[in-house]
Structure formats: C-alpha cells, structure tokens
C-alpha cells in the first residue's frame, strides 16, 4: 500500500511541473560590481505595463557576470527587466522626461519609441525547453 501510494505522489510532482523550463538570465554591461542588479520577470502584458514582476531577482556580488534562473516556468510568453542599482536605492532612477538614468536592460532588446517599449517586444517563448539569454545593460 506504501508503495502504491507512493508512485500516485510522484506521479501527481512529475504531472505539476511537466513542460516547465528555466529561464537563464546573464546580464553584461554592468559599470560597477559592487552595485547590485535587479531582475524582474513579467508573464503577462498587464503585469509588464504595471511593472508587476511574478518573479524577482536580486544579484549582490560577482565576480564575473551577473546570472539568475527563473526555473519551473510553465508554457508561455515572458519578459525580463534588468537594472543596476547604482546608488542603492532599490529602485531604477528616472529623469525629468522618464528615462532611467541607472543601466538598464529589457528582454530581445526592446526599446520603446515615444515610451517604454511593449510586452510582446520583450517577450520570449518558453515551451518546455530551458533557455538562456544575456540582458545588456545600458543606459
């Protein structure tokens, strides 16, 4: 009975995260080691426009490149936004007009016209596969 009831549990783990991937993210650019990088993943073209990541990351230190793995992604379309904290605020700096005055980096390398860029100018497929993608950073 213990043995039955076992292979019905990993069944139900093994069921939950297939056609999941991880995301690998590596970020160059970045002008200081000592200031960290923040990564935010978005999952929807609403939680992009809202800034309101799914998932976040943080690197502190390096010694070479800044890296992060969103893992167990399910099936779908995701962006990823980098920044370096360059005054330890734990935020992205702004100007006047909006434009970040601290490194910054958007998934694909998507640039706005007239204002931040959109989702899927970010976006990137996850099918089940794990990828790996290098953000660079710049201001």
Not at 103 to 124: H, K, T
Request: a negative charge; proline letters at 6%; glycine letters at 8%.
């Amino acid at each position: 009975m213990r043995y039955t009831n076992c292979l019905i549990l990993i069944g139900l783990l093994a069921s939950t995260t297939a056609g999941a991937a991880d995301l690998r993210v590596k970020v160059a650019g970045t002008s200081d080691r000592q200031a960290p990088v923040y990564l935010a993943l978005y999952d929807t073209a609403e939680s992009f426009e809202t800034m309101d990541g799914v998932r976040l990351a943080v690197v502190k230190r390096w010694t070479e490149h800044p890296s992060v793995a969103f893992t167990d992604l399910p099936p779908g379309e995701y962006a990823v936004a980098a920044f370096q904290d360059l005054n330890g605020n734990q935020e992205l700096d702004t100007n006047f007009m909006g434009q970040p005055t601290e490194p910054f980096a958007l998934s694909r390398n998507a640039r706005g016209n007239m204002g931040p860029p959109r989702f899927g100018d970010a976006a990137i497929v996850i099918d089940g596969e794990d990828k790996s993608i290098t953000l660079e950073l710049r201001n």
